[in-house]
Nanobody
Framework: VQLQASGGGLVQPGESLRLSCVASGFFLDYYAIGWFRQAPGKEREFVAAIRWGARTTYYADPVKGRFTTSRDSAKNTVYLQMNSLKPEDTAVYYC???????????WGKGTLVTVSS
């Protein structure tokens, strides 16, 4: 299985970014793709997830209403649209694949998101 996250960068508070995660090597219908993040000095935390087959989405409370995850089956890609970014959203963002939206079995390399003025 291969997972590749991309799209991170430096933005100012209130701006938006869209992360992408390309997944390959699995029959994705039985899995969820999750987004997690790890800020400096903190543990990795759940951000959002989508069940590939059912397209059911899940969000952590701090990002509800600001972040949206979706998938494009033709591209085997999951997106994390992040709006109204805050400095506390600064972290390395990872995408993962797992049977449960909150428990990933496989991880991709992270992409750094920095929100700063």
């Amino acid at each position: 299985v291969q997972l590749q996250a991309s799209g991170g960068g430096l933005v100012q508070p209130g701006e938006s970014l869209r992360l992408s995660c390309v997944a390959s090597g699995f029959f994705l219908d039985y899995y969820a793709i999750g987004w997690f993040r790890q800020a400096p000095g903190k543990e990795r935390e759940f951000v959002a997830a989508i069940r590939w087959g059912a397209r059911t989405t899940y969000y952590a409370d701090p990002v509800k209403g600001r972040f949206t995850t979706s998938r494009d089956s033709a591209k085997n890609t999951v997106y994390l649209q992040m709006n109204s970014l805050k400095p506390e959203d600064t972290a390395v963002y990872y995408c993962g694949l797992g049977r449960s939206p909150w428990d990933m079995d496989y991880w991709g390399k992270g992409t750094l998101v920095t929100v700063s003025s």
